[in-house]
């Protein structure tokens, strides 16, 4: 029984979390049903989620919508695997050595102002219109999160730890590696976390770059050929596909904070 209650209450509390996270997105439903049955919006500007589904089932039909969906995803993820690692390494640069943060640090900044769009233009006269110019927009945008966040965790870690690990022969590489990445664990994921939802965000601009195929494609074609529902459709995939990317980065975070916090314990 002393087993079985702590399961039962987290049951109920991850129910209760579930329910509270569907009340919002409900209540959008039934404003959008009402807005495109009052006649606030014509069917042309916002299609009742009706018509949404139906264009998902005829996409499904045409065995479309998973070539989109992949191609969104593989670039995502390959943009996020390359900004993110970038950003983990200059990051760590960073936050190791006081030099190469006065030095890095002001023009990171300052890029890290420039809008997806702008690159656009730039990347298409560097890199052609292949696939290589949409996963280099994906990776810089994940990168600035990742990097923010890592060069800012190991700027706040404790000093009395730094020269604990430099006691302990520890420096350059190895005390990153070691002492400073081990003791900002929780801040990294976050960051990549927050790299990943960048990554999503600048899928639209990358597929903006001469794409035939991918969910950003979906919504510029809809909104050229006057399809509304389809727009809407691809703007609900963006969403459901992030927050299913985000959540699945999420378990790994609990996982390995957990595993974490028990080995410390442990030891």
């Not at 109920?12 to 329910?19: E, F, N, P, T, Y």
């Not at 989620?49 to 039909?61: C, D, F, I, S």
């Not at 298409?124 to 800012?152: D, Q, R």
């Amino acid at each position: 029984m002393t087993l079985t209650a702590p399961k039962a209450v987290a049951n109920v509390q991850k129910g209760r979390r579930v329910a509270l996270g569907a009340v919002v997105p409900l209540l959008v439903l039934a404003v959008w049903q009402w807005a495109a049955s009052s006649g606030v919006y014509s069917a042309a500007q916002l299609p009742p989620p009706a018509e949404v589904v139906a264009a998902l089932r005829e996409m499904v039909g045409r065995g479309e919508l998973w070539h989109h969906i992949a191609i969104s995803t593989q670039r995502v993820l390959a943009g996020f695997a390359i900004g993110s690692l970038m950003g983990l390494a200059l990051g760590g640069l960073v936050g190791l050595s006081r030099t190469a943060s006065d030095v890095l640090t002001p023009t990171i900044q300052a890029i890290r102002a420039v809008p997806s769009l702008a690159w656009v233009p730039l990347l298409l006269l560097w890199l052609g219109i292949g696939e290589t110019p949409k996963i280099v927009l994906v990776a810089i945008g994940a990168f600035f999160p990742v990097y923010t966040t890592v060069s800012a965790a190991l700027a706040h870690i404790d000093p009395h730890l730094v020269e604990v690990g430099r006691a302990y022969g520890r420096k350059g590489l190895g005390l990153l590696g070691t002492v400073l990445f081990p003791a900002a664990t929780p801040a990294i994921l976050s960051g990549l976390r927050l790299g990943l939802a960048q990554g999503w965000l600048f899928l639209v601009a990358a597929e903006l770059i001469a794409s035939s195929m991918g969910l950003g494609f979906l919504l510029i074609d809809s909104q050229n050929t006057g399809r509304t529902d389809i727009m809407l459709l691809a703007i609900i995939l963006l969403a459901v596909i992030g927050k299913l990317c985000d959540t699945v980065l999420g378990v790994v975070e609990s996982r390995l904070l957990h595993n974490s916090g028990r080995g410390t314990s442990s030891g």
